[in-house]
């Protein structure tokens, strides 16, 4: 996977290759003009500071520290001053701004942010506006000139019109009888306008989008009788008018193509699509011919959404008509038609009457856009025109009282937050809104929402769904939650961000061949019935695992003027995507109705057939039920929905189904939640027990705190997911209760804790059978910081490493930092001994505990952590990310999730964060996570002041790149305290940003295993490790002895014993002034390396710290690293360990 060169960009969008998405508004496509701040990568592989970050550092660490503390004080102290003395300014400014912002917001950054946006977006006049208008100018001019036709029987002018002209009628299904008795002719327009958001100037400036016009051709009413609105009849002859318009421009008008297409895939709605033949910018537009028919062409309670108007032949009085199932799409539909004209005055007379009404509709064109919701019916039937119409009809009316839902005193934001509090509350579906409609009575259908719209007849709402307008709410809600977040500015998350991608919107998805669907299917409105099947059965079979199903028809292309309407129907894949709920996602029993539910249980059986079974439980029930199986190669919601589409639409669906949003499970080993790290958190519960059982310890224990990955469920390999024992034993912290006894001196202090130790792995193998005890010590030549660590080793293969933890350490090394006769050396020793010692004993146990908490809140936390770590491991960064600051990535997409909700499976966990890390300015943004809901407005302002002052003080970023805080640690340089460097952040960015562009460019074609393989070919030396030191398996696992594997295996000296690893820290401790290792970690098979530009040629001299070659270069001798000798040497270095070197550069 290349890594895309980087830069600043605009906001990236594709183009919707469907016309105008607002029936009387038309629209640009994308937005343009927003500017990302996306991470600069000027610091990229060659960048001057690669290793020599920390190599020429001359600050002293201990004075940085205070100096970042002073300026945090100063810092704090101005605001508080200057809040003081513009106090009184500071209280106008919030009050002009308060209408704006709600009352929501404590700054007026977003409003700034706001008005920024619209001003890039507003349209304006160019020479491709103009190109369009003298188009538009061409096209009317030559449709008042097609002559009429006269009325001819169906059958002979459809070939009339294919002999002559070479038009096939797109006539929508099922076709007209060839018998009918009805005429088809034409007459010229009554009217011809230019309609949406052209005219009104409400499109948004968007160079790459075609611009989208509509042009509405009125019908003369004398064409129409008064029963043409059954059966299809007014459709026939719009259809055949549509037909003549097509053969008069297509015989006069060689400068254009025309094609037809379904107007918002409606195939009742076929318009005609005109555009340039010359592609260049300033012909980048299209425009929809839209035939229409004048208001009162058709009684309104004829086509009131409870009535039939398609009947078969022996039912057509309307006495009869009673009984028959309502067509609400279909007389929705016509009414459309007839009132396109009125939608336009409606909508003008709202942008003049309420001054935000403009604003705040561009507002709501960028937010749907952005959700990837239109007014086409398979993006949702709820687009720019339906969002326009709905918060009119609000400024004007309400339901019930009839007084306006909204004022038009309201901002341009209150009035678009207050639309998404009217979607995201009012239940449309349960209770239907009629709008100036007294008397009438509209019920819902099948769970579709209703907004009846009483002067014109119509449900602005007749595209949508009962999924659809389900996420249409969904996606509401989730808007106002963020909206409401008072500590993190949201406008990105409201208006930039794109959440519309398959695999990151949604945890699963099926594709479904519409062949395997449709076969029996003869008419157009049977293809919404088999949909709304589809919904019904996977929202019943899934039940409570799904929070959200929803159904994604393919797109509906365009198609030649000669050619037959394509059956469109039966070609591409049905989506059906879910959301799921984590926490029953995995189940593997259902329940159903009890045994003496007769009739519950009847409808069970029904729906499941031979799959339900009657069982008994523990508790004495007898219930239906369901039994997937836990251990299956196919995971159990697959099993479901295979079974699923196996009953209910046959087998060739169920054998053709594509399965999305699991792939990434194979990655990583026991994928399935925490099950894998119970064994492993028992054996902690046992040490923990052994230890506070030991009565001959001097000191009572105070506690004993878990530290490690691997005991807060985020170790990429579970504990002995491979061998017999653990590959590295786990880190505990263990503290004693306070005592007096305790030495007064840090050196003695290390010396006690080590007396300590010994004692306690005395003890243990004194009284627990079989367990091993040793001491290691660390940290040699530092005396003041921690000296050693005690492992304890359990025959079941569990081992722990106990570091002993005195608060009193903090005490004695924070006296010398302010000791004034302290040596600067002294000072710069303890300021690391102290940072140390907050890591280890505090922050890494409060950090373990706070992960232990979120992994059993959101059960995908830990695979997503896993996988995230894996892509790191892969991509060689693992050295330079300490394991909690790719935990704290993972958790921010969980704690503060916009522009979606939380995740509930990893995959699409993954993919967000790499979403977010591809977009993470690190340069100029501090990451604050919030983890567990207590970060509060103190924590936020004391991690942004010493964010602002950590780059005041080093801005070139030489020491503190990342500043990651949390509510749990706001200093926010715990783990990231000289690493990593920039050119290593440069790196993460870019790789992300080539991972999100494969997501976006192959969707659901997607293999996830390419995200994982790293371009070894951007590093300038690759050492290539033996697998047989880096594989899980021991090396005479294969051979025939397996006595010897076993014993090998089970070996306590080879815990903690990684090869690989120690020899990468030699290689860093020998050459990281002269290079930059990059390297995954244990298990890796590669280390790849950078030359640092500290060793670029230059004038010879002795005492150079790398090895040199002399070079003369004219009359002068001077010194370039002598790379082939020091890969050399590291190949000696690494003996058997090294396979081979491979230089680049």
């Given at each position: 996977?290349?890594?895309?060169?980087?830069?600043?960009?605009?906001?990236?969008?594709?183009?919707?290759?469907?016309?105008?998405?607002?029936?009387?508004?038309?629209?640009?496509?994308?937005?343009?003009?927003?500017?990302?701040?996306?991470?600069?990568?000027?610091?990229?592989?060659?960048?001057?500071?690669?290793?020599a970050d920390d190599m020429d550092e001359d600050e002293d660490e201990s004075e940085e520290e205070e100096e970042v503390q002073e300026k945090a004080v100063k810092a704090k102290d101005n605001k508080a001053q200057k809040a003081k003395s513009n106090k009184s300014q500071a209280s106008s400014l919030e009050a002009s701004s308060a209408a704006y912002t709600g009352g929501t917001f404590k700054s007026n950054m977003f409003k700034l942010q706001v008005d920024q946006m619209l001003q890039n977006i507003r349209p304006r006049q160019g020479k491709r506006e103009a190109t369009a208008a003298e188009a538009l100018h061409k096209l009317k001019k030559q449709m008042d000139a097609i002559p009429n036709r006269e009325p001819l029987p169906l059958l002979e002018a459809e070939r009339d019109m294919i002999k002559k002209s070479k038009v096939a009628i797109p006539f929508p299904e099922p076709r007209p009888a060839h018998d009918v008795k009805y005429k088809l002719a034409y007459e010229k327009p009554q009217n011809i306008n230019v309609v949406g958001s052209f005219p009104l100037k409400l499109s948004l400036r968007d160079h790459q989008a075609p611009l989208s016009i509509d042009m509405v051709v009125t019908m003369p009413k004398s064409l129409f009788q008064e029963k043409d609105y059954l059966n299809h009849r007014y459709f026939y002859k719009r259809a055949f008018y549509l037909a003549c318009i097509a053969a008069g421009l297509k015989s006069s008008l060689k400068d254009f193509v025309f094609q037809f297409v379904n107007f918002r895939n409606n195939p009742l709605h076929p318009v005609l699509l005109v555009q340039p033949k010359e592609s260049t910018s300033e012909n980048n537009w299209r425009i929809n011919i839209i035939p229409g028919i004048p208001e009162g062409t058709f009684s309104n309670s004829k086509l009131l959404p409870s009535k039939n108007c398609v009947r078969p032949a022996q039912s057509g009085d309307d006495d009869q008509a009673q009984d028959l199932p309502a067509t609400p799409f279909y007389n929705a539909s016509?009414?459309?038609?007839?009132?396109?004209?009125?939608y336009l005055k409606l909508l003008h007379g709202s942008s003049t009457s309420c001054e935000g009404y403009t604003d705040a509709y561009m507002l709501g064109r960028v937010w749907l856009r952005q959700r990837g919701l239109a007014s086409e019916s398979n993006k949702g039937g709820f687009g720019n025109f339906e969002f326009a119409a709905t918060m009119a009809n609000l400024l004007r009316t309400g339901a019930g009282s009839g007084k306006p839902v909204l004022s038009s005193g309201?901002?341009?934001?209150?009035?678009?937050?207050?639309?998404?509090?009217?979607?995201?509350?009012?239940?449309?579906?349960?209770?239907?809104?009629?709008?100036?409609?007294?008397?009438?009575?509209?019920?819902?259908?099948?769970?579709?929402?209703?907004?009846?719209?009483?002067?014109?007849?119509?449900?602005?709402?007749?595209?949508?769904?009962?999924?659809?307008?389900?996420?249409?709410?969904?996606?509401?809600?989730?808007?106002?939650?963020?909206?409401?977040?008072?500590l993190f500015d949201q406008f990105d998350a409201a208006f930039i961000l794109r959440s519309d991608n398959v695999l990151t919107r949604y945890d699963m998805a099926v594709r479904v061949p519409c062949s395997a669907l449709t076969a029996t299917v003869s008419e157009d409105r049977q293809v919404l019935e088999r949909y709304a099947k589809m919904y019904k059965v996977f929202s019943q079979g899934l039940g409570d695992r799904a929070t959200h199903v929803t159904i994604h028809s393919p797109e509906q292309e365009s198609w030649g003027l000669g050619s037959a309407r394509p059956n469109m129907e039966r070609k591409g894949d049905l989506l059906i995507a879910v959301n799921l709920d984590s926490a029953n996602a995995s189940r593997a029993v259902d329940h159903g109705p009890a045994a003496e539910q007769k009739k519950e249980a009847a409808a069970f059986r029904q729906f499941w057939g031979e799959k339900a079974e009657l069982r008994r439980f523990r508790d004495g029930s007898i219930l239906e039920s369901l039994v997937w199986a836990a251990n299956s190669e196919m995971p159990i919601l697959q099993q479901i929905i295979t079974f699923l589409l196996y009953r209910h639409f046959g087998q060739d669906a169920a054998a053709s189904a594509v399965f999305s949003g699991d792939e990434s499970s194979r990655l990583i080993k026991q994928s399935n939640g925490l099950a894998a790290f119970q064994p492993l958190m028992e054996a902690f519960k046992t040490l923990e027990s052994d230890i506070r059982g030991m009565d001959d310890l001097p000191l009572t224990i105070r506690s004993i705190l878990a530290a490690d990955s691997q005991l807060r469920y985020s170790s990429v390999e579970p504990p002995l997911s491979s061998q017999r024992q653990m590959k590295r034993p786990a880190d505990v912290v263990l503290q004693f209760e306070g005592s007096g006894r305790w030495p007064d001196d840090l050196v003695a202090i290390q010396r006690t804790k080590i007396a300590f130790l010994?004692?306690?792995?005395?003890?243990?193998?004194?009284?627990?059978?079989?367990?091993?005890?040793?001491?290691?010590?660390?940290?040699?030549?530092?005396?003041?910081?921690?000296?050693?660590?005690?492992?304890?080793?359990?025959?079941?293969?569990?081992?722990?490493?106990?570091?002993?933890?005195?608060?009193?350490?903090?005490?004695?090394?924070?006296?010398?930092?302010?000791s004034q006769s302290a040596a600067p050396s002294e000072k710069e020793t303890a300021a690391i001994a102290l940072a140390t010692y907050k890591r280890v004993f505090i922050k890494s146990p409060a950090h373990t505990q706070a992960l232990q908490k979120l992994c059993t809140r959101y059960p995908v936390l830990s695979p997503t952590v896993r996988l995230l770590k894996k892509w790191f491991s892969e991509h060689l960064l693992s050295n330079h990310f300490s394991e909690e600051v790719i935990e704290l990535f993972a958790i921010n997409t969980f704690t503060r999730p916009w522009p979606y909700n939380t995740p509930s499976s990893p995959q699409a966990a993954f993919l967000r964060t790499l979403t977010f890390l591809s977009r993470f300015d690190w340069r100029a943004d501090p990451l604050i996570v919030d983890l567990g809901g207590d970060l509060n407005a103190e924590n936020m302002a004391a991690a942004t002041t010493r964010f602002e002052a950590w780059r005041k003080l080093d801005p070139a970023l030489n020491r503190v790149v990342l500043f990651v805080a949390s509510s749990n640690d706001v200093e926010g340089t715990t783990w990231t305290d000289g690493t990593p460097a920039k050119v290593v952040c440069g790196r993460m960015t870019a790789l992300a940003k080539a991972a999100t562009a494969e997501v976006e460019a192959k969707s659901l074609a997607l293999d996830v295993e390419t995200l994982f393989v790293s371009p070894l070919a951007d590093y300038d030396f690759v050492i290539h490790l033996n697998p047989a030191y880096t594989s899980n398996k021991s090396k005479v696992a294969s051979g025939k002895y397996k006595n010897l594997a076993i014993a090998e295996e089970t070996d306590a000296e080879l815990v903690d014993?990684?090869?690989?690893?120690?020899?990468?820290?030699?290689?860093?401790?020998?050459?990281?002034?002269?290079?930059?290792?990059?390297?995954?970690?244990?298990?890796?098979?590669?280390?790849?390396?950078?030359?640092?530009?500290?060793?670029?040629?230059?004038?010879?001299?002795?005492?150079?710290?790398?090895?040199?070659?002399?070079?003369?270069?004219?009359?002068?001798?001077?010194?370039?690293?002598?790379k082939s000798a020091v890969l050399a040497e590291m190949a000696r270095l690494g003996g058997e360990l090294v396979k081979k070197v491979e230089a680049n550069r």
């Open positions: 996977m290349a890594v895309p060169s980087s830069k600043r960009r605009k906001l990236s969008h594709s183009p919707s290759p469907v016309e105008d998405d607002d029936a009387s508004i038309a629209s640009g496509n994308r937005v343009e003009d927003v500017e990302e701040d996306d991470v600069s990568q000027d610091d990229d592989m060659e960048e001057a500071d690669v290793g016509i009414q459309s038609d007839s009132h396109i004209t009125s309201y901002s341009s934001y209150q009035l678009f937050k207050a639309t998404l509090q009217y979607l995201a509350v009012k239940d449309l579906a349960k209770e239907p809104a009629l709008l100036d409609a007294a008397g009438l009575s509209v019920t819902s259908e099948n769970g579709q929402p209703v907004l009846y719209d009483g002067p014109r007849g119509q449900n602005l709402l007749y595209k949508m769904t009962s999924w659809s307008y389900q996420h249409l709410r969904a996606e509401a809600r989730t808007t106002l939650k963020m909206l409401g977040d008072n010994l004692k306690i792995g005395e003890l243990f193998e004194s009284s627990s059978e079989g367990v091993t005890s040793r001491i290691g010590l660390e940290n040699e030549g530092e005396e003041i910081l921690n000296q050693a660590f005690l492992d304890v080793i359990y025959p079941t293969g569990f081992s722990f490493g106990i570091r002993i933890h005195h608060d009193r350490e903090q005490t004695l090394v924070e006296r010398i930092l302010k014993y990684t090869p690989t690893d120690a020899y990468f820290h030699e290689l860093q401790t020998v050459y990281g002034q002269s290079l930059a290792l990059f390297y995954g970690g244990a298990g890796s098979t590669t280390i790849a390396g950078l030359w640092s530009p500290v060793t670029a040629a230059r004038a010879w001299k002795v005492n150079l710290s790398y090895s040199t070659v002399p070079v003369k270069k004219g009359e002068e001798v001077i010194a370039e690293l002598n």
